[in-house]
């Protein structure tokens, strides 16, 4: 059984920075490509950033590029959302993710473990 357990949410001003953390159980963490998507309330949840399971491709939403980083630490089975720049629409519920597959993918089918979510609240 795999668990995703994330952290590192919380309330920061307009243009500051968080970084998430998402611990992941089991030792087929190398295995897949690992994900970040996040809902607002009254939205759907939607793509954020995606990590190969190398780490060394990424694929970013474009309300991310420029702004947040994705990576992870096979070590530590630990995946990384570096976020700076926020702004008061980055307000979510962040959920980490894991994939099917080691392919790099965006899309919510694709996902098939998932984190609780972490609350980020931006204030402007």
């Known amino acids: 059984q795999v668990q995703l357990v994330e952290s590192g949410g919380g309330l920061v001003q307009a243009g500051g920075s968080l970084r998430l953390s998402c611990a992941a159980s089991g030792r087929t963490f190398s295995t897949y490509a690992m994900g970040w998507f996040r809902q607002a309330p009254g939205k759907e949840r939607e793509f954020v950033a995606a990590?190969?399971?190398?780490?060394?491709?990424?694929n970013y939403a474009d309300s991310a590029k420029g702004r947040f980083t994705i990576s992870r630490d096979s070590a530590k089975n630990t995946v990384y959302l570096q976020m700076n720049s926020l702004k008061y629409e980055d307000t979510a519920v962040y959920y980490c993710?894991?994939?099917?597959?080691?392919?790099?993918?965006?899309?919510?089918?694709?996902?098939?473990?998932w984190g609780q979510g972490t609350q980020v609240t931006v204030s402007s």
């Open positions: 993710a894991r994939a099917r597959s080691s392919a790099l993918v965006s899309a919510l089918y694709d996902y098939n473990y």
């Open positions: 990590i190969s399971r190398s780490g060394g491709s990424t």
